[in-house]
């Protein structure tokens, strides 16, 4: 079945004509066709023409024996990423009818690299959730049910939470994601997939909408390991256009995957133990720590005293910046416009219309903690408790190579759960977001199911820069793991 | 200390987004309920500890004094909700 491949796979089966570059991305239609009206992971499915004349670009590839790395692979893609002539809307009204005139940089390497783009995926508003129920295009249904309890519409995580979707139920043999608090980790936790926030500066920002831009960082969601490296080596590099793109070199990430971990020195956050941490997390926890034991790692009790203020310091910092990239959208140059007969009423009715709750909120939490009389007592506060955050990771890292912690305090919760108070939502971030306050590299990996059947992520975190021990480690635990469980919606097609 | 509706007021005209009345008194107890979480960072002593400014792995790069993109006037102008000629519109600003 073409659409239960991992992308190493696919790229085997093409290079070797077992089926077309054609077929496999006829089947994904196909597939998005029969599910996609269930869970609304697209919001935009590329026109089957598009689609197709892609994948026979990539036949004709493959026949004159010039295949690129991810020649032919359909994907989806984040509705964040700015594709050119392909609306991109962000999840948001304001860029309902938006079209980029230009490709961001990541989509452009990937599409360079052979990639078929099958559509893009949807999101919360902005970026902005951990749920993917702030979504101007309506929220997306996780393929994942509880047990006993199949009726229940459950959240796929945000704020990637389609393209998390579309990974877990054949939509797409991977995705893009971004992840600015957890973006990436606890979507492909919540849906049992892969997926990889790269150290910051790894993926250039240019042509992804911003939301927090000391944050926001690019990632594959995947369904292996291995496809996560693959995919990121497509992605990541040096890009002049991104004044804070790290300038790198990209390793061969894929070379780190299955590499032997013996005498790999392992910490275990102490203050990710928190009081009240849910059994089902501490005992996946528990058996990842045996995993990586049985594997010769060392284990080591490591601090991060600062972890507690992580998510408040979080969101004075994301909401800071989010208020002043959205700045932008003022109905004048780009997006929707409200008509309004003078210049301020058009921008207040333009963002009062055009912004929903969730983002609405932020940027007005942001304008306050950045305003006069407030700032040293938020923002500043803010900047110098990151500053203590990351001290805490530089520290650990000197003790050792890598650190083992849940990717989030719970399954995956149905629509409408957590939802009436904003701060009990922000406590989804709790494991994913001290690793982006201090910009280094996480991995999340399905490690297990819980009693209600559904999938529980461990997170991997590493140096700056250290991608590839984090992805042999990831690959240790997802060879224990041997996850190979598909959720209850998952759409069979092709061969 | 709690927010007070115009302070709350005073946000949304910073933020340029027009709040009714009763809206105003919804998002104030929203933002206050968040406020109220954020002061347990005052227990964090950060004395002597600079403020984090992005991420610092990268120094901040100089480059040429030179062009380097241009002559897209139109791409630039298709993404304007309403335009005249080459020129972006806002109704009437100086009477």
Request: aromatic share 8%; with cysteine.
């Amino acid at each position: 079945m073409l659409t239960g491949l991992t992308l190493t796979e696919a790229r085997a089966g093409l290079a070797a004509r077992k089926f077309s570059a054609r077929e496999l991305a006829a089947a994904h239609l196909s597939a998005i066709n029969s599910l996609n009206p269930k869970l609304n992971a697209y919001i935009t499915v590329i026109p089957e023409k598009d689609v197709l004349a892609a994948a026979d670009s990539s036949d004709a590839h493959y026949a004159a024996g010039t295949a690129r790395p991810m020649e032919g692979l359909p994907i989806g893609i984040k509705d964040l990423f700015c594709t050119r002539g392909v609306k991109t809307t962000a999840a948001s009204k304001m860029l309902a009818d938006f079209i980029p005139p230009y490709e961001s940089t990541v989509t452009a390497q990937l599409l360079a690299s052979g990639s078929v783009f099958l559509g893009k995926t949807n999101l919360d508003e902005f970026a902005m959730g951990s749920a993917n129920i702030n979504s101007a295009a309506g929220p997306v249904v996780s393929p994942w049910q509880r047990k006993g309890d199949e009726k229940a519409a459950l959240v796929p995580g945000g704020s990637s939470g389609g393209s998390a979707a579309a990974v877990a139920a054949g939509l797409a043999l991977a995705a893009t994601g971004t992840d600015t608090g957890g973006s990436i980790r606890q979507p492909a936790a919540y849906c049992g997939i892969v997926g990889l926030k790269p150290t910051y500066g790894r993926c250039s920002r240019w042509g992804t909408i911003a939301f927090a831009s000391s944050l926001d960082q690019a990632g594959p969601m995947t369904r292996t390991v291995a496809d996560a490296a693959l995919m990121l080596e497509a992605m990541a590099g040096f890009d002049e256009k991104d004044s804070t793109s790290a300038n790198k070199p990209v390793p061969a990430f894929s070379k780190a995957v299955g590499k032997s971990v013996k005498g790999l020195r392992v910490g275990i956050p102490a203050e990710y133990r928190a009081p009240g941490l849910a059994p089902e997390i501490s005992a996946i926890w528990e058996q990842g720590i045996a995993w990586l034991r049985e594997a010769g790692c060392e284990i080591v009790d490591v601090s991060l005293p600062h972890t507690r203020y992580g998510l408040a310091t979080y969101y004075i910092i994301a909401p800071a910046e989010c208020s002043s990239n959205l700045a932008r959208y003022d109905g004048v140059r780009f997006g929707s416009r409200a008509e309004a007969p003078s210049l301020d009423e058009l921008y207040e009715r333009t963002r009062a219309e055009g912004f929903g709750e969730e983002v609405r909120n932020r940027i007005l939490m942001g304008t306050y903690v950045l305003s006069a009389g407030y700032y040293d007592a938020y923002y500043l506060k803010a900047q110098k408790v990151r500053n203590l955050i990351r001290r805490d990771f530089t520290e650990a890292f000197e003790k050792v190579d890598v650190l083992l912690a849940p990717t989030a305090p719970s399954a995956a919760f149905a629509q409408g759960e957590n939802s009436s108070d904003p701060v009990q939502m922000y406590l989804n971030d709790i494991f994913t977001v001290p690793a982006s306050m201090a910009g280094v590299p996480a991995l999340s990996v399905p490690a297990g199911l819980d009693s209600q059947g559904l999938p529980l992520g461990l997170q991997i975190i590493g140096r700056h820069f250290d991608e590839e021990t984090v992805l042999s480690a990831g690959s240790v635990i997802e060879a224990a793991a041997g996850f190979t469980h598909k959720p209850a919606l998952f759409a069979e097609a092709g061969l | 200390m709690s927010l007070d509706i115009a302070t709350t007021r005073r946000i949304a005209k910073l933020a340029r987004i027009g709040l009714a009345d009763d809206e105003l008194e919804t998002v104030r107890q929203k933002l206050d309920g968040i406020l109220d979480w954020f002061n347990q960072l005052s227990e964090v002593n950060v004395e002597g500890i600079a403020p984090m400014v992005g991420t610092e792995t990268e120094a901040m790069r100089q480059r040429e004094d030179v062009v380097t993109d241009g002559n897209c006037q139109e791409a630039v102008l298709s993404c304007a909700p309403d335009k005249s000629g080459p020129f972006y519109t806002v109704p009437k600003v100086i009477e």
